[in-house]
């Protein structure tokens, strides 16, 4: 198994993946973040059931539906999705997924992460994009900051 650096890069490098439980309320912390990987010249393909188009992009209403197919997704939903949507990414091919958290694997359940491994899927567990991504808003670098001092930065 990749250690989880060299999946986030993995992750970044790809220019085009799925956010799963993208709000549409455009000051919510999911929709910001998917503003900030649009901006940064990423192809963002929203998954919301409640909602066909966000912020002008096409919406799907499950990972499986997206065409043509991403090998990557950001998930952003409560802890209590996590396997039904892993399941979902798994049944779509899709075999990177990030699932956001900010206090790293301790936050994700052992069903999650064993599901992950069984099924081919390698798993970001429990990390927020900002801590990684360059040239970040001050606030996320300090959370990054202090998440190495903590031993809670990804390795």
Not at 77 to 97: F, G, M, N, Q
Request: hydrophobic share 45%; aromatic share 10%; glycine share 6%.
């Amino acid at each position: 198994m990749s250690n989880t650096m060299s999946l986030v890069q993995s992750f970044l490098a790809e220019k085009r993946f799925a956010m799963i439980g993208v709000s549409r309320n455009p000051k919510d912390f999911s929709a910001q973040l998917c503003a900030e990987f649009e901006n940064r010249g990423y192809a963002v393909v929203p998954v919301n059931p409640a909602a066909t188009t966000l912020f002008e992009l096409k919406t799907y209403a499950h990972v499986q539906d997206i065409t043509p197919p991403v090998r990557a997704a950001l998930v952003m939903t409560p802890r209590r999705l996590d396997l039904e949507i892993l399941r979902d990414c798994a049944e779509a091919s899709i075999r990177l997924v990030w699932l956001y958290g900010i206090a790293g694997p301790k936050e994700i359940s052992r069903e999650a992460i064993e599901f992950s491994a069984t099924n081919g899927i390698d798993l970001i567990a429990g990390y927020c994009p900002y801590m990684v991504l360059p040239k970040a808003a001050f606030f996320h670098r300090m959370h990054g900051a202090i998440a190495r001092v903590i031993g809670m930065y990804p390795h």
